[in-house]
């Protein structure tokens, strides 16, 4: 129900802006996580259906979620990218929104994509 997309190669300082599809229902809060490698699945951003954001502090002034309600589309655009931004990106979803003490956690959201490997060389 929710497919990423966008991930690639880029060098540090470079952009890419991620796209995640979702279908067959509305959601709620819908969120970036990503997994390097060998480390747990971390929060990146998220974003109500009304529009409130949400950010980890890495990545907060570099990137940017958004989404098209109508289209069900989200999106993460990444600028400033860096080496330590490598990862697989996944997007993950719930039907209703979060309170903002939940945003973060991976447990609260019951739809995930398959992933986007995102790699930042130096």
């Known amino acids: 129900q929710l497919q990423a997309s966008g991930g690639g190669l880029v060098q540090a300082g470079g952009s890419l802006r991620l796209s995640c599809a979702a279908s067959g229902r509305t959601f709620g809060t819908m969120a970036w996580f990503r997994r390097a490698p060998g480390e747990e699945r971390d929060f990146v951003a998220a974003?109500?259906?009304?529009?409130?954001?949400f950010y980890a502090d890495s990545v907060k002034g570099r990137f940017t979620i958004s989404r098209d309600n109508a289209k069900n589309m989200m999106f993460l655009q990444m600028n400033s990218l860096r080496p330590e931004d490598t990862a697989v990106y996944y997007c993950?979803?719930?039907?209703?929104?979060?309170?903002?003490?939940?945003?973060?956690?991976?447990?609260?959201?019951?739809?995930w994509g398959q992933g986007t490997q995102v790699t930042v060389s130096s």
């Open positions: 993950a979803a719930r039907m209703e929104n979060t309170i903002a003490s939940e945003v973060r956690r991976e447990d609260v959201y019951g739809y």
């Open positions: 974003i109500r259906s009304g529009g409130i954001k």
